[in-house]
């Protein structure tokens, strides 16, 4: 089956730094990228969507010069989380579909990075 | 906000018992799919029903989906303790937009 792979799966910080979120797609094509985040006991909260090749399209009240998208290839997105401070702790989950698959309807979600701001 | 509701938001049911979520949602799908997540895990994808579907079943899972009242249920048939989780359902609207529920969290007692 598909599957999405998240680096790191864990990443301490200190306030102020900047971390990086990669998503890659291993063994499919992914022409759709998404990115969420889950505080602890909630549910998924869409950050944005980004399309190969494409500028990322953020949901309201998301910053985008706070997060930083990029999804340079069909294989690999990347969040970047600027200025870290201790409330962007959470967890970020990617997922990614392949319109041109066979199952163009299902997201595969990455196992999630857990991110701790000190 | 374009997140669902899901009730209950808690539910507890000894094993063998059935369990029952429900989803509403506010916009107009083309499907609504239902994720499973083990505490501080990745999700797991358990079903799809289309805008067009009504009803759909897979092993102990059963969806139906109402598209006239925007709602979605869940049942799970003679649960299992392994069954403890939060359940989420997620609908894509047209604009490749996805939006999950806020989750129901279930608890099997063996």
């Known amino acids: 089956g598909a599957v999405v792979s998240q680096h790191p799966s864990r990443v301490i910080c200190k306030s102020g730094t900047s971390v990086k979120i990669e998503c890659r797609s291993l063994?499919?094509?992914?022409?759709?990228m998404f990115w969420y985040r889950q505080f602890p006991k909630k549910s998924l909260m869409l950050m944005a969507t980004s399309n190969e090749g494409s500028k990322a399209t953020y949901e309201q009240g998301v910053e985008k010069d706070k997060f930083l998208i990029n999804h340079a290839s069909l294989t690999l997105s990347t969040l970047t989380v600027t200025s870290a401070h201790p409330e962007d702790s959470s967890f970020y989950i990617c997922?990614?579909?392949?319109?041109?698959?066979?199952?163009?309807?299902?997201?595969?979600f990455g196992p999630g990075t857990r991110l701790l701001v000190l | 906000s374009q997140q669902g509701e899901e009730d209950p938001q808690a539910l507890s049911i000894q094993e063998g018992e059935n369990a029952t979520m429900n989803c509403s949602y506010k916009t107009s799908i083309n499907n609504l799919q239902w994720y499973r997540q083990n505490s501080g895990r990745g999700l797991v994808h358990l079903i799809l029903i289309r805008s067009n579907e009504r009803e759909k079943h897979s092993g102990r899972l059963r969806v139906t989906l109402d598209t006239s009242k925007k709602s979605s249920s869940l049942l799970i048939t003679a649960s299992r303790a392994a069954d403890t989780a939060s359940y989420f359902c997620?609908?894509?609207?047209?604009?490749?937009?996805?939006?999950f529920g806020t989750g129901t969290s279930l608890t099997v007692i063996p």
């Open positions: 997922s990614a579909r392949d319109h041109r698959g066979p199952r163009p309807e299902t997201q595969y």
């Open positions: 063994d499919f094509q992914a022409t759709t």
């Open positions: 997620a609908t894509d609207a047209s604009g490749n937009q996805f939006y």
